[in-house]
């Protein structure tokens, strides 16, 4: 049961990775980074319970801090500069 | 295991996969933070809360309650930053866009 | 005492992510509270006085439960747009007044509107909020100002003023 969940999650991460490859604008690839780090913490959580390693919870919630301050990052890069692509 | 954090990881599960269709088909990247935000953030929220039924006021439910709110907060500012930071960045806004009142502090 | 306040918080906020009991844990945990306390303690926390207010916590888990229940039904609103094949939406920014006044009950509107049915906060000018909408339902200010911010104004303005 977790296994299948676990598999979805990480085929929708690729779902993920596609829009990285194909956005039109800089800003679509970021959506989609963030996205992916969501998603991150929910991989974490299937992990956990499917090793019994429950050390990834804190895994967890380390990634959601980091894919917070990368985000935050890029749209201070997005506000400040033109793009035109 | 109990039944009721099963139904809470389909849930959650479902509710990334209708985030990562939506990311894919909507037509713009306001759209597409739309559905990825909302739908993405709940289906996560909802696989900690799963975490916390199965196992209790443990040091790991604890830990899963407390992230929670974390991940609330910081995907909607996360979010609110991106919308931001790509109209400021002059991304156009999709063709059939009805109104748009944020134009004339742009200028 | 505002330090005080700080100090509480943020030791209850580390013994909750560590959750274990021993000496040398809550040592570290004193002095990481004492180091974010004397960084933070002016610049967060201008009043510290609504925390030690029972009423103001009862209005927050009403708030809380409002919000979830928000929050399911945007869900299936934008679950609905995703998956239609003709896609239905219609998407717009629109400018809404609010009539709060303290920064961190601002902070928690835009947070909110950003969970419910197909609305982003965009940006916020003094207080006016730049809202883009999937699904603008019409034209009338009065009309989405209520749509949109009704529910959540009056509850913030008993929690946060």
């Not at chain 1, 390693?53 to 301050?69: G, N, P």
């Not at chain 3, 947070?111 to 999937?134: A, Q, R």
């Amino acid at each position: 049961m977790i296994d299948i969940l676990l598999y979805i999650l990480m085929g929708l991460s690729f779902l993920c990775f596609l829009r990285v490859i194909m956005g039109p604008s800089v800003a679509d690839r970021m959506v989609a980074i963030d996205i992916f780090g969501i998603l991150v913490v929910g991989i974490c959580v299937f992990l956990a319970i499917k090793t019994q390693r429950l050390f990834l919870i804190d895994v967890a919630i380390a990634w959601i801090l980091i894919s917070f301050i990368g985000t935050i990052t890029l749209a201070k890069y997005l506000t400040r500069k033109k793009l035109d692509e | 295991m109990n039944s009721i954090s099963i139904i809470l990881y389909i849930v959650g599960a479902a509710f990334d996969l209708f985030g990562c269709l939506g990311l894919l088909r909507l037509p713009d990247v306001y759209n597409r933070l739309q559905s990825a935000t909302k739908s993405v953030t709940l289906g996560t929220c909802s696989i900690l809360l799963g975490l916390f039924i199965q196992y209790g006021f443990s040091a790991t439910g604890i830990k899963a309650l407390i992230a929670i709110p974390l991940l609330f907060f910081t995907s909607t500012v996360a979010a609110h930053a991106l919308i931001r930071g790509s109209y400021k960045a002059g991304i156009d806004l999709w063709d059939k866009t009805v109104v748009d009142h944020y134009k004339e502090q742009n200028k | 005492m505002k330090q005080i306040t700080l100090f509480i918080i943020m030791f209850l906020l580390w013994m909750g992510f560590s959750f274990s009991l021993e000496v040398a844990n809550i040592i570290a945990g004193i002095f990481a509270a004492l180091l974010t306390t004397i960084i933070f303690s002016n610049r967060f926390l201008t009043s510290w006085q609504k925390f030690y207010n029972p009423l103001r916590y009862f209005w927050l888990i009403i708030y809380i439960v409002i919000f979830v229940w928000e929050c399911i039904k945007a869900n299936f609103d934008v679950a609905y747009r995703v998956l239609s094949p003709k896609m239905p939406i219609k998407p717009g920014i629109v400018k809404v007044h609010s009539s709060l006044k303290t920064d961190i009950a601002r902070v928690i509107l835009a947070n909110s509107i950003t969970m419910t049915p197909g609305t982003i906060t965009v940006d916020i000018i003094d207080s006016d909020l730049y809202i883009h909408w999937i699904y603008v339902k019409s034209d009338d200010p009065e009309y989405y100002t209520k749509k949109i911010i009704g529910r959540f104004e009056t509850l913030l303005k008993r929690i946060f003023e």
